[in-house]
């Protein structure tokens, strides 16, 4: 059974940085796509980053200020992120699939349960 299992959330004041971790178990986890949803109060999950044999990919919000990377050894995902903008408060799930292409959410088979961050103005 594939599991996920975020961590790193908090609460930070704007301009600072948090390291969000993701550790999977249950599959080859090197053979897969990872990424990085987010999901606002009232909004909908939409898109942060993702990585896969292709490389990584980000939504423009956050382009240039986050950073994904993987280490396959360790089974985890990483997403650090920098300059944190008080819209960037939302809670981060984790998601493993298939498709190297896609960043739609049907993409994605597995996810993680999330975890919060907040970022204070």
């Known amino acids: 059974q594939v599991q996920l299992v975020e961590s790193g959330g908090g609460l930070v004041q704007a301009g600072g940085s948090l390291r969000l971790s993701c550790a999977a178990s249950g599959r080859t986890f090197s053979m897969y796509t990872m990424a990085w949803f987010r999901q606002a109060p009232g909004k909908e999950r939409e898109f942060v980053s993702r990585i896969s044999w292709r490389g990584d990919d980000y939504a423009d919000s956050v382009k240039g200020r986050f950073t994904i990377s993987r280490d396959n050894a360790r089974n985890t995902a990483y997403l650090q992120m920098n300059s944190l903008r008080p819209e960037d408060t939302a809670v981060y799930y984790c998601?493993?699939?298939?498709?190297?292409?896609?960043?739609?959410?049907?993409?994605?088979?597995?996810w993680g349960q999330g975890t919060q961050v907040t970022v204070s103005s």
């Open positions: 998601a493993t699939g298939q498709n190297p292409w896609s960043i739609a959410t049907t993409s994605f088979d597995y």
